[in-house]
């Protein structure tokens, strides 16, 4: 196990891609399906996606007032920079395993995001991954890298 440790701050699902996500209590990761009841669900390689809550703080320095999901994140996290971890890169997220599969993505020009607040740090700090192996996540969970 190694000492790369964070914490995850909240959950969160949409039902529609492109808005923001709505907090949780808990989320059900699924092996081959992703976050159970979140839009982007399904066998493809950004099941779940996750966000330094560091990377929002940024966004909350230029004065924006930003919650958990408003990056359409499912899972906030905090300590960790996600992004400097490279692709194959596996995490237990509280009782769930993921696999990295892509750090950051394009910005789609109508995403809700970007155009209420003009930038998305989603593009360059957000991370991507698989589920092998099934489980709930919460906010408080650890998140620990198990191999790089």
């Known amino acids: 196990m190694s000492d790369l440790l964070g914490t995850v701050v909240a959950t969160s699902v949409s039902t529609k891609k ?6 949780q209590d808990s989320i059900e990761l699924v092996v081959g399906a992703g976050v159970q009841g979140d839009a982007h669900a399904g066998p493809w390689h950004r099941q779940v996606s996750l966000l330094p809550d560091e990377s929002v703080d940024r966004m909350r320095d230029h004065g ?3 919650g958990a ?3 359409a994140e499912n899972i906030l ?3 960790l920079a996600l ?3 490279p ?3 596996l995490l237990k997220v509280g009782d769930a395993v993921v696999a990295v599969t892509q750090i950051g993505k394009t910005c789609h020009n109508d995403c809700e995001i970007r155009r209420t607040v003009g930038m998305c ?3 360059t700090d957000g991370i991507f991954a698989v ?3 099934s489980g709930a996540v919460r906010p408080g969970d650890e998140v620990s890298v198990i191999e790089i």
């Open 18 to 23: 492109g808005t923001r996500k709505a907090p």
């Open 64 to 66: 924006f007032t930003l």
């Open 69 to 71: 999901g408003d990056f």
């Open 77 to 79: 996290t905090q300590g």
């Open 83 to 85: 992004y400097e971890l």
């Open 87 to 89: 692709v194959g890169t």
């Open 121 to 123: 740090v989603m593009p």
């Open 131 to 133: 589920v092998v192996r």
